[in-house]
């Protein structure tokens, strides 16, 4: 009788299609197939399907040897590469990773038990750095991390500022829902993209769970060049969305805002330098001192009063110049994205 009862309630489980878009993902691709084969889920009711944008490496190779649908996708974008997922997939429920992420056991377990609740249909996790290098400390471990990363499981009915939102390494939804408010917006590139359709999905009327015990590892960027040049590109796509004008809630509002004040600081200590070189006055360098100084003490002092817990000291040192740099780029990357000409992705 338990038997029987056991093998109805697996029966019951809703079906999930796991899709990996990847380019050129040797170096990851092995790792993260190999977890997804290790859940504790029923694998009949799971399919792996990884959608390959013209790959000119081996990763086509590697993901032949897994027991997984390999779809390749020809046309440019992120977006493009999960949607083509989505049309090949035949789940109750879609969930997403990345290429360079790794996922515990237990992965498509803890999302499932989140979609319980008929009224959730958008399910996000934590994203924790796989290795310990400096960089991706620092991406762990900064005032406003890199990834989403929650320490208590929320309900929400919009999406919020801050990293209160999915990440696309590690998010789920509904098959329906989705079908309903539609899939991911193929014009969005650089980030973003997964905000925009959170959004839609919570202004339909569904709940967003983020759910702490839903993590995976996330391989971070592993030198500052590369970190700065992500958050350049992630500063683009916060840029294309302030341009269609398609989020117009807490997220695009801080957005608009942080563009808005640090423009006003570059003229500010634009200004300031141009006078400090043409006047005799002391109060302009005191000033230009001030606003370029400050920016940077304030995260200091932050961070160090974490130091007094944690004993990493250092760290009150380098990361609020990180900081300072991270802001920066992604700003200028909205910049850049605003005043550039649009285009059409093929």
Known sequence: MDEAIVMESIKSQPSVS????????EPTI???LESLQRQ??????VEVIVVDGNSTDKTRDIVKKHPVKLVVERRKGLNAARNTGVKDSNGDIVAFTDCDCVVPNNWITKIVE??????????????K?????FISQY?????VPLMPFFDKREELTTVK???RHPAGCNMAFRRKTADEVGWFDEDIQYGFDEVEFSERVCKAGYKMVLDPNVFVWHKHRSTLREFLKQNFQYGRGSGVLLKKGRMKDAVSTWSFLSLMGFMTWLLIVGSLSFLTFTSNWIVFPLLL??????????????????AIENRRYARAITYPFIDFLRVFSFCLGEIFELFKKSEQIM
């Open 114 to 127: 989140n979609f319980k609740d008929p009224h959730v249909s958008c399910v996000g996790g934590s994203a």
């Open 40 to 45: 504790d889920y029923d694998k009949k009711r």
């Open 289 to 306: 001192f001030g606003f370029t100084v400050v920016p940077i003490l304030v995260p200091m002092i932050v961070y160090a009063h974490r």
């Open 129 to 133: 750095g796989l290795n310990g290098d």
């Open 161 to 163: 500022p801050f990293l």
């Open 30 to 32: 092995d790792p993260l």
């Open 139 to 143: 991406a762990d471990n900064s005032i």
């Open 18 to 25: 796991v899709i990996v878009p990847v380019r050129n993902g």
